[in-house]
């Protein structure tokens, strides 16, 4: 999806247009004694060529029946940095959290215009690699000299779902943690915290103290209103800051029934703390990514 912003002309252009008018045809000089209206005579921005991709799947698992992949893509932004007069900038996003950068993916540098494997030399591999399963954009931006001053450009629907089992801590970094973040802002102190405490810039403990308050519910007995409801619950002085109907609740549901899930699962006398100590649980068979339709892959 190409977006194009245009920063900091309207005012100018519209003062402009102002003068002209009160000054009357006389007054303009460009074209004589035509009187003329800038947004009508106003320059074009001429299309911005997209970055180029593709994605190789690979199953990267030589035993019978189990079936783990890995994506590897390519890029070229060659003719799209024909464009670029100040700068550019790649990242990704995985699910709703994007990243600044593509270190996740194995960039050796994120200023390189081209990720590809030489075809004269197949050991030279320099493409991306994805192995959390979800679901992937690449984003490119750059910034360019338009008629009328800077514009941004971006582009984001270089898009792929790699299929697979995620870890309860990968769905919660994607998905989640955007959302609780916007909740830390109450629930960092006082009351809010004393019933879950979300501290600011701190994904690890934000992480880890929802999904101990999701398995302190789970073992309650107590008859009352339980995660996801209770975001939404008229009562619960942050229900003004998601609605039932947003994708932000229905991630935070996913999330919660994936905890559940993993709990039903789990030894007696062991709760979702312990069973996410180091990377997280894998999630359940039926919270994976599926293959998109004519997935196509090969065999390491």
Request: glycine fraction near 8%; proline fraction near 7%; aromatic fraction near 10%.
């Given at each position: 999806?190409?977006?194009?912003?245009?920063?900091?002309?309207?005012?100018?252009?519209?003062?402009?247009?102002?003068?002209?008018?009160?000054?009357?045809?006389?007054?303009?000089?460009?074209?004589?004694?035509?009187?003329?209206?800038?947004?009508?005579?106003?320059?074009?921005?001429?299309?911005?060529?997209?970055?180029?991709?593709?994605?190789?799947?690979?199953?990267?698992?030589?035993?019978?029946?189990?079936?783990?992949?890995?994506?590897?893509?390519?890029?070229?932004?060659?003719?799209?940095?024909?464009?670029?007069?100040?700068?550019?900038?790649?990242?990704?996003?995985?699910?709703?959290?994007?990243?600044?950068?593509?270190?996740?993916?194995?960039?050796?540098?994120?200023?390189?215009?081209?990720?590809?494997?030489?075809?004269?030399?197949?050991?030279?591999?320099?493409?991306?690699?994805?192995?959390?399963?979800?679901?992937?954009?690449?984003?490119?931006?750059?910034?360019?000299?338009?008629?009328?001053?800077?514009?941004?450009?971006?582009?984001?629907?270089?898009?792929?779902?790699?299929?697979?089992?995620?870890?309860?801590?990968?769905y919660y970094a994607d998905y989640v943690d955007d959302t609780l973040e916007v909740?830390?802002?109450?629930?960092?102190?006082?009351?809010?915290?004393?019933?879950?405490?979300?501290?600011?810039?701190?994904?690890?403990?934000?992480?880890?103290?929802?999904?101990?308050?999701v398995n302190n519910r789970i073992e309650s007995t107590e008859d009352d209103l339980?995660?996801?409801?209770?975001?939404?619950?008229?009562?619960?002085?942050?229900?003004?800051?998601?609605?039932?109907?947003?994708?932000?609740?229905?991630?935070?549901?996913?999330?919660?029934?994936?905890?559940?899930?993993?709990?039903?699962?789990?030894d007696d006398g062991v709760d979702l703390t312990s069973g996410n100590n180091t990377?997280?649980?894998?999630?359940?068979?039926?919270?994976?990514?599926?293959?998109?339709?004519?997935?196509?892959?090969?065999?390491?």
């Open positions: 999806m190409f977006r194009a912003v245009r920063l900091s002309s309207l005012p100018l252009l519209t003062l402009a247009a102002a003068l002209l008018a009160g000054c009357g045809p006389e007054s303009n000089s460009r074209y004589g004694d035509s009187y003329w209206d800038p947004w009508d005579t106003k320059d074009t921005f001429d299309p911005v060529e997209a970055p180029s991709y593709s994605v190789e799947f690979v199953d990267t698992d030589d035993s019978d029946g189990e079936e783990i992949y890995e994506a590897r893509i390519t890029l070229d932004a060659t003719e799209t940095y024909e464009r670029v007069d100040y700068g550019f900038s790649w990242g990704f996003i995985r699910g709703t959290k994007e990243r600044e950068t593509l270190d996740p993916l194995g960039a050796s540098s994120d200023l390189l215009l081209v990720y590809e494997q030489n075809p004269d030399d197949p050991a030279e591999d320099n493409r991306l690699v994805a192995t959390t399963p979800g679901q992937y954009s690449i984003v490119f931006e750059g910034e360019s000299e338009g008629p009328l001053g800077k514009v941004t450009f971006r582009f984001d629907d270089l898009s792929f779902t790699l299929p697979g089992c995620p870890t309860t801590f990968d909740c830390a802002e109450c629930h960092r102190t006082g009351d809010p915290a004393g019933q879950l405490e979300l501290p600011i810039n701190d994904l690890e403990d934000r992480r880890q103290n929802f999904i101990n308050h339980t995660l996801p409801e209770w975001a939404v619950n008229p009562s619960h002085l942050g229900s003004s800051t998601i609605s039932e109907s947003s994708e932000e609740y229905q991630n935070l549901a996913t999330f919660v029934a994936m905890l559940e899930e993993v709990k039903a699962g789990l990377n997280g649980n894998e999630a359940p068979a039926e919270f994976c990514f599926a293959k998109p339709s004519g997935f196509a892959f090969t065999q390491e």
